[in-house]
């Protein structure tokens, strides 16, 4: 049944997370050929929150949202809108509709006959339509262009129209493959504020899939980050980056550094390891190691501390090393930091000072620092 | 996607030889039918009144100017045996078109659907007929369409009819030939529009709430006008003129306009009258060919 | 009702192709059972022989015209695939130059062109140039005639052809045309060849233009089959139509194979 049309406003976001979720993916599992794009995989996205499937190519987060729009059909598994299993119904009954990374916009309709198309199978009179389309054109900011054919628009023109057109008909949920591929950084990072600010308003439900994880953590809520056909964390953006479940996530979601650490004690939550890079060193975790064993530390770049070699440090550990890089971004820049044992950090400050030369040349000799809470204890 | 600078000099120079035979071999003769069709027939060889001679100089050209006469063009367009056959030969490259659309399309969508790799395949099945001498073709549906021939066999083993029909000299035999002969110029086109349609559309419309049918009726079918319309003037305008496939399957009541030709050509000896026909021919013509120009140059020019 | 891929096939597809081949093919197949049919009346089934071909090999005028149309077919097929090439390259990479609508439009007419209006002007001109009507002034019509499939053919190719090769070679010290004859020439080539095959076959087949542009004594082998076809239906037309149709069949089959294994090579797909 195509989606009964609310009439006011949908109502503030919900993200509290009730007890039944909008939707639920339950142990489904998809399979082309030999390859299992999709391997027994379980997810629930709540009503009102704005989801990112985020993963390198190949990891299934199409193949996963495809199925959710009904392209392709799950081998094993259900997936519960509502309660109710959408799996056996087609893509043009479900209440969910998709913006394609094309944008598929149709070359032969004009803008506003491209957003009527969807409301005028769903039986809407001719006013309505009319009023539909141009609170659509509003929403998106494409007054005025009704009557341009989508070769006549700009790329981030048709991105507007694409998705003017998959709202128009106020579904449940609004699946994006991949939207912001084809813009520009600059237009992309303007369209990923309106997006969120697009989804707040409305309210709908909104899953994003993406490679791009400063995208993902930019628009979403929560993050399902995907390897293989499997989900291997979800998590708020913050969690995900603060506290990442192992070392495959650490890499994939920004820059790391990582150190092999010996666990020599352990009091209350504040491990002693004793490491090659840095001699001795104190973390605190809740992952419980046993003593004796060797675990991964990461450590993100921005969480060092970089000073001149003579300063003196505060913070608990210190590790002695030489600039080998510096990579200028302009409103920070990144060190190579090569340390005694030969291992190279990674480390990233603010450009806080402005000057012509930076405030640390190549080849000076630092004294890198950082407190026990800025490193994660991994299992691997 | 056009051209880029420094291919600009040696194209054009690569355009030199053949665009004077061209010139030589298609427009320079089409003054020379102009300029028969308006002179007199003779019964010389070649049979018209030479309408001037180079050597005379101006002082020809002058006579020859005083010569020229429209009679020929006035015979065709009041004998009413000329104007029928232009008529006849309109309605039937209308309908052969109509026919062919009806057929083809299914054909031509149905091989769009086919897997990539199947594709290919597909396509040479297509043309491998096409590719078969045209005459054989009609040949081979003589053979099926004689009185003591396979059609009338099957339907009489079929008890549909009990004695034989005459499907030979009629129009319907015409018309099976007229459609199996351009069968593949109705498909290829068709099929290329078709193929190179974006399957994200298909998707799109879906997911806007189109049953598959209303898909194809609301999106593959406005696309493929362009490949219809390529296809239909591909068929109608080469029917008009047809020759071979109405002389060997239809009645010999009313001619098409080619027999028409062929006839006064081969038979009556008069070259003018056959030029005139060929010139108003043309001018019919005219209309449909500028219209599959323009199409073509869109096509295969126009890709940027 | 399950959710199914929408661009999957549908009965209505596959009976609309079956039919639309069985269709096209039938009549060719029931052709060829006959040329082997022993009786000499096409009711009566008389078993297999090949009887009639023998005799067709007898057929001295047939046998002439069958050579005829060989000959007419290299030598029009091979001019007209040199300059159909030149024109594609023209209208393909070069810019807009004075004319070119006129050379575009005079390119392709013939593709649409009825053949009678053809076959009589190329006539007429011959007449008024008194050339001599025979071998050359059939080649030059076909020539005329099957140059208009080979650019079309050849300029689909190039314009589907990735720029940047020819650059490459630019930049690293081609001349443009050296480039061209370096790079895109190879490239091109399989399109070339099925372009050839098309303007052979096409010449192999053509009536009504031969019949306009020959001399005396200098029958193609259509004309010979279409005065025959006239007198009614006969097992030997049978016999030497099912010889066309192996000969061109065993063409298209080797220009397949040649384009498949030039693209196997590292070449490009299907030129057609």
Redesign the interface.
Known sequence: M?QALPSADAPAPDKSGDDAPLLRIASVTKRFGGVVAVNNLSLDIRAGEFFALLGPSGCGKSTLLRML?????PDAGRILLDGTDI???????RP???M?Q?Y?L???LNVAGNIA??LK??GMSGIDIAARVAEMLALVQLEGLETRRPDQLSGGQRQRVALA??LA?RPRMLLLDEPLAALDRKLRESTQAELLELQRKLGTTFIIVTHDQGEAMTVADRIGVMDRGSLVQVASPRELYESPNSVWVATFVGDINFIEGLVVTQKGNLLTLRTEEAGTIIVTSTVKPVAGMTVPLAIRPEKIRISSETASSELANALRGQIVDINYLGDSSIYYVKLTSGSVMKVTASNIVRSDTGFFALGQRVSLSFSPDACIVLDR | MGASRNFSRPARIAAIAPYLWMALFFLVPFFFILKISLSQTAISQPPYEPLFDLTQGLEGVKRAAAQLSVENFHLLLSDSLYVLSYLRSIVVAAVSTFILVLLGYPIAYGMSRLPRGWQALVMLAVIVPFWTSFLIRIYAWINILQRDGLLNDILIALKIVSTPLVWLSTDTAMYIGIVYSYLPFMVLPLFATLSKMDASLLEAAADLGCSRRQAFWLVTWPLSLPGVGAGALLCFIPIIGEFVIPDLLAGSSQMMIGQTLWGEFFTNRDWPVASAIAVILLLVLLAPLLVYDRLQRKQLEGRS | MSARAVTRLTPFNVVSLALGFAFLYLPLVILVIYSFNASRLVTVWGGWSTRWYWELLNDQAMMEAAWMSLRVGVTSATLATILGTMAAVALSRGSDFRGRTMFSGMLHAPLVMPEVITGLSLLLLFIAVEAERGFWTVTAAHTTLTMCFVSVIVQSRLNDLDRSLEEAAMDLGCSPARAFFAVTLPMILPAIAAAWMLAFTLSLDDLVIASFTTGPGASTLPIRIYSEVRLGVKPQINAICTLMVAFVALVIVVASLVSKLSAAKGGSAAPL
Not at chain 1, 69 to 73: D, H, L, Q, R, S
Not at chain 1, 87 to 93: D, E, G, I, K, S
């Open positions: 195509v729009a009904g392209f392709e059909t799996a056996p119904v087609p893509p043009h009954q969910i509709n998709m394609f094309s598929a149709f070359p032969h198309f969807g199978r769903a057109r998959s008909l």
